[in-house]
């Protein structure tokens, strides 16, 4: 979102997890860079039959209405010239023509030229349903639809929550048990998902295919508006994906759900679970109170009925607003399939008013304080195991967007950089470990402003209450600078100005920031369009400085008493009761019931088993749109990069790559070579990228460099990369132990041209002449990085499960665990102790580290650029003079060809593998009432070739037999399966699974599916075709912004990639069939016996598994 995106933009110090703030729930998630399955959710598009019947009415519709479409077109020019004056007099700025239906009436329209777009709003004639086309001049971007609904819950049963997922369980047009998982296997989606905020659900979806595009909308608008969910004949989806009684293996009852066993997993981290208590006590009266995502106490309590009667309420057009970024002609085919839909609808006023969200005001005289506990292993109060934050409501009115961007700079100056003074002195106190909470929460009607601490000892929790306050009263009473406030005032004109920069299709971001204002019947522009807001806030605080702000925070934080203080205190019993009380309150239901209603509840159970286990008949299956293997581009996606070896007469390799669409803006990565660094100094390298976010270089205080990056640049990140090498001339993909590899640490900025001079010298300087930083300020760093990376492990175990399986098998996955996962917690828990005990050791372990690249010598020095031609013309002479000014390393040994020779890291590593990484199955407890189970290994051994046809089979188990059996039928939130085309590693992993032996009898099981599929002749051409799309929706992905262009092209120059490798995979996928199939299955037999498990799970699951060597329990791993 335009505004809600700049959080995760700031100092790494701003970790998302500990961020307490508005997140929607979706049905599926992207974590840590391990997708749960957005494939989850995928559609198709319209068929063949629907497209010519379009097209059969189009004719009437064009014959009939042709005279009033030219007198609109007139109006509507006359609007145009008047509205867009600037467009009128430029004859090279994007015009296009008005998309017109007569279903639905034009109420404005505008040029946006920072989108280079333009916007139309409309609305539907019959039921006012609102309608907002985004027309962009480039029609290479994504296509995007999205509708979303105004929901307001009454409960916490999650109703809105479950529902997202029900509708999307099969509809009136497509029966099927779940046609978007049959649809995954066929989209050529780039975006497909759905997401229930606070007072919203929303349903986006794109694809650079229009066939496709048009396929996944009609599914999408038959999942809203005529679900099976909410028939008799669908009560089951209820069952299935909110909670249901079902029966386990004893013959007693226990409660299972897709959505039951995520919102286990959500309330199991204590982050979560503070920021949805806090929403309770901030807004005592309005629907804010409730949780939309369900609590897991609740959510049993929904009833069919219930379920039923809020559809009703919230699914209508009238209560909808709707999104198409697109052509004219798919606006206007988009408005076609719309009206197909919405005129069947009257307009319902009441139903919108009904859904209204009314503010909660400010109303307490006295802040609130209240303490809850959360789930510890073990409780150690010499570490400090309290948490505490204080959380402001902000506003009882509509803020206007000038007030929005003010606070958005105000937040800035107050925590948006290491040295911003209440992040800067909170973080110094030693009073916890970390702060959280993080600032503004922007993105509903009503926003907040929380902060706090966590790790802190109970004897501390009034002194981070009272200095919290006391550094607002002195920021009060002191100010900012005007360093400072530039640096935040330019900081926010970028990142506002910088159309694309995460990874999601332009037009979901566009049509996800114009809901946090739409849904609260407020123009959807005034969350995209902010040229004069912008102008407004430069202006006032030109004129008023500091002052400005000073009153911001005496207004809206010092003097409001409308605050909750939230103490979170450890237990190490609390997860155990809750198991207990879950159990117990089951087994007293069960017992308090007659032998017939336990036999109908059995009944129901088995009923809902049947229905999961019955495919869907054929023609059902065929009825839903797909495209043909005709209908897909043969040629992979390319991005040219310009390599110069030896630029400007040195050592240095300079890559270019020109783009579109930059906006005028200047990418840079600058990677310096770390092989150098002595492997058992390699596991501190995450602690110093942290610390080069804090400390000082030999120029420039912490301070200055932080105003310096604000005040110059879009920011400047810090990155270390692993590159396995690729052998050029090898066209197939051949499993290798990925001995050969490139280290390098980025220092990753992006600017405007007439700032890269300035750019490249602080990067320089930070790269030359960074100081460690001071050993009471290591201990802190390193205390953070502790707390992240255990709540990380809680709620995001998947990702940390596959890398520890990984690490088992590849001596370069190995490396990347001893830098990311479980072994990284364990050496920075190694490393506080150093630094509080051995300080001066610690140190120079500091000093040896930065010296492994602050010789910034030219050969072992790569710049990659990315920008627009003329951009990247214009700064040559800021690059060559950087790059001559470079330090030839005359006194430094030849940097080793790393395609041809072992890196030296990979020695250690091999020598380290069966001390540190044993093949063996393990098990990580934590607290936690759901589990992440993974089973990994290699299915191709080292020197076979790896066909691109794998991933079909492997696409047929993961959004088949894997989501049926791991998803639906056994309640974990998600699951999910990878190849590694490089080393032939495989993993299965779920998310959020309450089922630990059940989950690991389903991997085991799936060779002899995919076998017994391939021997019942199951395995139609359809199911192969299907598979195919999906491997290469996969592939190809979406549109990407301009940063990431410049990026994968520079990275697969380094990998040493070759087009006709990349090529040869994509022919493969294309050209599977049954034998690609057949050979899987056997390689997954065998993949079966050599490869372990890692479960991330309570210790209660693990004792009870029998997965440890001779049948004993798993090899414990203790965090």
């Known amino acids: 979102q335009v505004f809600d995106t700049m959080r995760s933009r700031r100092s790494n110090l701003k970790n998302e997890e500990e961020t307490v703030e508005m997140e929607p729930i979706m049905i599926s998630e992207s974590e840590d860079e391990m997708e749960i399955d957005a494939s989850d959710l995928e559609l198709n598009r319209i068929s063949e039959k629907y497209r010519k019947r379009v097209e059969r009415r189009s004719k009437v519709v064009r014959v009939l209405t042709a005279a009033a479409t030219f007198i609109i077109l007139l109006s509507l020019f006359s609007l145009t010239y008047n509205y867009f004056p600037d467009r009128a007099k430029d004859g090279n700025t994007f015009i296009p023509s008005v998309p017109s239906h007569p279903a639905f009436g034009i109420t404005r329209s505008k040029y946006l030229s920072t989108y280079n777009a333009t916007m139309y709003v409309f609305k539907h004639q019959k039921t006012q349903a609102e309608f907002m086309a985004f027309v962009p001049a480039d029609e290479k971007q994504d296509k995007v639809f999205g509708i979303s609904f105004r929901t307001k819950p009454t409960s916490n049963t999650g109703v809105a929550h479950i529902l997202e997922h029900s509708v999307l369980a099969g509809s009136k047009k497509y029966p099927a048990k779940d046609p978007f998982v049959i649809l995954l296997k066929g989209s050529l989606h ?544 051949i499993a290798t132990a990925n001995k050969n590899l490139r280290t390098l640490l980025f220092f990753r900025g992006k600017c405007t041209a007439q700032n890269v001079g300035k750019t490249l010298e602080l990067i320089k300087d930070m790269a030359q002449k960074s100081l460690p930083v001071t050993q009471e300020k290591a201990i802190q760093i390193l205390e953070a990085q502790i707390a992240s990376f255990e709540s990380r492990i809680t709620s995001n175990g998947h990702s940390f499960s596959v890398m520890r399986m990984h690490a088992r098998y590849n001596a370069m996955s190995f490396i990347d665990e001893k830098l990311r996962g479980i072994s990284q917690l364990q050496a920075l828990k190694k490393m506080l102790a150093r630094a509080q005990n051995s300080w001066e050791t610690f140190e120079t372990r500091i000093k040896t580290v930065i010296e492994s690249f602050s010789h910034m010598a030219s050969a072992e020095t790569i710049i990659n650029l990315t920008g627009d031609f003329d951009t990247l013309e214009s700064i040559e002479n800021n690059i060559q003079t950087f790059i001559v000014s470079l330090d030839l390393g005359s006194n430094r040994p030849p940097l080793p060809d790393f395609s041809k020779s072992d890196h030296p890291w990979i020695v250690k590593a091999g020598q380290n593998m069966a001390k540190y990484s044993p093949v063996q199955n393990e098990g990580i407890p934590v607290s936690s009432r759901v589990s992440y189970i993974g089973k990994g290994g290699r299915i191709f051994d080292e020197g076979e070739k790896i066909s691109g046809g794998s991933c079909v089979p492997l696409q047929f188990l993961r959004k088949g037999y894997l989501w049926d059996t791991v998803r639906a039928k056994n309640g974990a939130y998600g699951v999910m399966s990878s190849l590694d085309s490089t080393d032939g590693f495989l993993y299965m992993v779920s998310y959020r699974d309450p089922q630990l032996i059940k989950t690991v009898a389903a991997y085991e099981a799936a060779a002899q599916y995919l076998q017994s599929q391939i021997q019942l002749k199951a395995l139609t051409k359809n199911a192969i075709k299907l598979s195919i799309i999906g491997c290469i929706a996969d592939l190809d992905g979406s549109t990407l912004p301009p940063r990431e262009v410049g990026w994968l092209a520079f990275l697969r120059y380094m990998s040493g990639s070759s087009k006709l490798r990349r090529q040869r995979w994509r022919d493969d996928i294309l050209a599977a069939d049954e034998s690609n199939f057949e050979i899987f299955a056997k390689q997954l037999n065998k993949w079966n016996s050599n490869s372990t498990l890692a479960v991330i799970a309570p210790m209660a699951s693990i004792e009870e598994a029998p997965y440890g060597q001779n049948g004993l329990p798993f090899n414990i791993i203790q965090l």
């Open 190 to 733: 780039t975006f497909l998902n759905a997401m229930t905020y606070n007072d919203r659900t929303v349903y986006p979806v794109a694809s650079r295919n229009k066939k496709d595009f048009f396929n996944l909308m009609s599914v999408y608008l038959d999942a809203v508006f005529a679900p099976r969910c909410i028939t008799q004949e669908g009560e089951w989806i209820l069952r299935q994906e909110g909670w249901r009684y079902d029966v386990n293996d004893d013959n007693n009852l226990e409660i299972k759900g897709v959505v039951y066993s995520e919102m286990k997993g959500v309330f199991s981290n204590p982050i979560s679970l503070m920021s949805r208590n806090v929403d309770k006590f901030l807004f005592p009266d309005n629907t804010y109170y409730f949780d939309s995502g369900g609590e897991p106490d609740a959510i049993p309590n929904l009833t069919q009925a219930e379920f039923v009667d809020f559809y009703k309420r919230h699914y209508h057009p009238t209560n909808s607003q709707s999104f198409v970024s697109g052509t004219v002609e798919d606006v206007i085919e988009a408005m076609e399939l719309l009206d197909e839909y919405m005129k069947e609808y009257e307009y319902s006023p009441e139903l919108k008013e009904n859904s209204e969200i009314r503010f909660q005001k400010k109303k307490y005289a006295h802040h609130l304080y209240q303490s809850l506990p959360y789930a510890v292993q073990k409780l150690d109060e010499s570490q400090g195991q309290h948490m505490l934050t204080i959380t402001w409501l902000l506003n009882d009115s509509h803020l206007h967007q000038m007030q929005m961007l003010a606070w958005y700079a105000l937040d800035y100056l107050l925590v948006g950089t290491s040295s911003s003074p209440l992040m800067k002195r909170l973080f110094e106190s030693g009073l916890g470990s970390s702060v959280i909470g993080n600032g503004l929460n922007a993105g509903l009607m009503q926003n907040t402003f929380a902060i706090g601490m966590k790790g802190i000892l109970a004897s501390n929790i009034t002194q981070v209450e009272d200095l919290i306050l006391q550094i607002l009263r002195d920021i009060e009473r002191d100010g900012f600078s005007d360093d400072e406030i530039t640096a935040a005032i330019n900081s926010l004109e970028f990142q506002l100005r910088e159309v694309q920069s995460g990874s999601n299709p332009a037009g979901i971001d566009i049509f996800l920031s114009t809901l946090t204002t739409w849904n609260y019947d407020r123009l959807p522009e005034e969350a995209i369009v902010f040229d004069e807001s912008l102008a407004s806030l430069q202006s006032i605080v030109g004129k008023q400085g500091s002052n400005f702000f000073t009153r911001m925070i005496k207004t809206y934080l010092l003097n409001n008493n409308h605050r909750v203080h939230m103490e979170l205190h450890p237990s190490e019993t609390l997860a155990a009761e809750m198991i207990e009380k879950e159990t117990n309150k089951v087994k007293m239901f069960q017992n308090s019931l007659k032998q017939d209603e336990l036999k109908k509840i059995k009944d129901t159970a088995q009923e809902l088993k049947d229905i999961q286990n019955k495919d869907d008949p054929i023609e059902v299956i065929e009825s839903i749109p797909s495209l043909a293997l005709t209908d897909i581009d043969r040629l992979i996606v390319e991005y040219d990069t310009n390599v110069i070896e030896n630029a400007y007469g040195t050592s240095t390799i300079l890559t270019k790559n020109i783009v579109s669409g930059s906006s005028g803006i200047v990418y840079l990565d600058v990677g310096i070579d770390i092989s150098s660094l002595g492997f058992n100094n390699v596991e501190v390298l995450p602690f110093l990228v942290a610390m080069m976010t804090e400390n000082d270089t030999a120029k420039r205080t912490r301070k200055e460099i932080n105003n310096f990056i604000g005040i110059n640049t879009g920011g400047i990140g810090i990155e270390l990369k692993l590159i396995a090498l690729q052998d050029p001339n090898q066209v197939d993909h």
